[in-house]
């Protein structure tokens, strides 16, 4: 009987374990420096500016300097107030410095769209795993610093295992933005 003990008594550590990290990185989380933020925040991702294959935002009024770093040759740091996303499900909003250091301050969500809006599944700092069970902020963290955290092709993240052409598809799919925003696709004969 002592391997089983043994076996649920490792199980309990690594629950325990998980459970302080858990706390451990909501603790860094300041909230103080929170920039408040509900399903309604997000909309059409083709209504967002548009850098390179990205889109860019700014929730504080400053858009302009969300762009002046999205479009930086030597990159920066990204404004508190910016949202960027590549894929209507998933967004990168950075909040006021010291909210979560690890994380330089970006907040990482996962969306359900659809043409009634946008429902918040999942968001928060190293947690976060998209729906193929990948971990945002371990792919995102290998971009060089002077990118923070913004992959895009060079930036020396691992690439995504997508295609650009079905990332721009995707894109115009976006179910939030109105019909006429979206331009007319050729219909299959
Ligand atoms: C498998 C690694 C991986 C995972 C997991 C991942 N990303 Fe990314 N993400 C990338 C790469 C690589 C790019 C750049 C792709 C490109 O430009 O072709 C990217 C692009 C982005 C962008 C556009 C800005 C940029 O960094 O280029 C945002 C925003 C983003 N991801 C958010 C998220 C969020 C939020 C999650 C989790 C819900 C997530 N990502 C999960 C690797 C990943």
Redesign the pocket.
């Known amino acids: 009987m002592k391997p089983f003990i043994n076996i649920s008594s490792s199980i309990r550590v690594v629950l325990l374990g998980a459970l302080l990290s858990a706390i451990s990185s909501n603790a860094a989380a300041d909230d103080a420096k929170k920039i408040d933020i509900t399903d309604d925040t997000f909309k059409c991702i083709q209504e967002m500016k548009p850098v390179r294959?990205?889109f860019v935002g700014n929730l504080l009024g400053k858009l302009d300097d969300t762009l002046k770093t999205a479009t930086s040759a030597s990159g920066g740091r990204y404004p508190p107030g910016s949202v960027?996303?590549?894929v209507p499900t998933?967004?990168?909003v950075k909040h006021k410095e010291g909210w979560n250091p690890a994380t330089k301050d970006w907040e990482?969500?996962?969306l359900e769209v659809s043409n009634s809006g946008s429902k918040i599944k999942?968001r928060g700092a190293v947690e976060?795993?998209?729906r193929?069970g990948?971990?945002?902020f371990?792919?995102?963290v290998a971009?060089k610093p002077e990118w923070d955290?913004?992959?895009?092709?060079d930036?020396g993240?691992?690439?995504?295992p997508i295609a650009?052409d079905r990332?721009v598809a995707i894109q115009k799919a976006d179910p939030r933005c109105k019909p006429t925003e979206v331009k007319p696709v050729a219909a299959a004969k």
């Open positions: 294959g990205f960027v996303q590549l998933e967004v990168m990482f969500f996962e999942t976060v795993v998209n193929f990948g971990n945002c371990a792919c995102h971009a955290l913004i992959c895009e092709k930036h993240c691992a690439p995504l650009t990332i």
